[in-house]
C-alpha cells in the first residue's frame, strides 16, 4: 500500500508565499504522475497542478504563474511552491500519485490565505 505524506500547509496574507511538500514511500517513478488537488468548503476537488514521469507539467488556469510544481528524484518527493497567494487559494491540499487509473491521496494540508 503507497503512503503518502504532506507538510507545509499553514496560515499567511494575501500576496504571501508557502511551499508544500509530499513525500512517497516508493520510487516517484513507479508513478504515471503527481500532483496536488484542492478543495475548499463547500466545493468539488479541483486539480492544481501535476508532474508526470517525464516531467511534463500542468496547472489549473486559476494557478498558472503563480505555483509552480516540482519533484526530487533521489528524495522520492514533490513540492508545490506557491506565491502571491490569494484568499481563493484556502483550501485543503492533497498530494496525490496515480498510477494508470488508480490514484493515492495523502490526508491532507490545510492552507489558509488571509486578507
Known amino acids: 500500500q503507497v503512503h503518502l505524506v504532506e507538510s507545509g500547509g499553514g496560515s499567511v496574507q494575501s500576496g504571501g508565499s508557502l511551499r508544500l511538500s509530499c513525500g512517497v514511500d516508493r520510487n516517484i517513478f513507479d508513478f504515471n504522475a503527481m500532483g496536488w488537488y484542492r478543495q475548499a468548503p463547500g466545493k468539488q476537488r479541483e486539480l492544481v497542478a501535476s508532474?508526470?514521469?517525464?516531467?511534463?507539467?500542468d496547472y489549473a488556469d486559476s494557478v498558472q504563474g503563480r505555483f509552480s510544481i516540482s519533484r526530487d528524484n533521489a528524495q522520492n518527493t514533490v513540492a508545490l511552491q506557491m506565491h502571491t497567494l490569494k484568499p481563493a487559494d484556502t483550501a485543503i491540499y492533497y498530494c496525490?500519485?496515480?498510477?494508470?487509473?488508480?490514484?493515492?491521496w495523502g490526508p491532507g494540508t490545510q492552507v489558509t490565505v488571509t486578507v
Open positions: 508532474i508526470n514521469v517525464g516531467g511534463r507539467t
Open positions: 496525490f500519485a496515480r498510477l494508470l487509473r488508480s490514484s493515492t
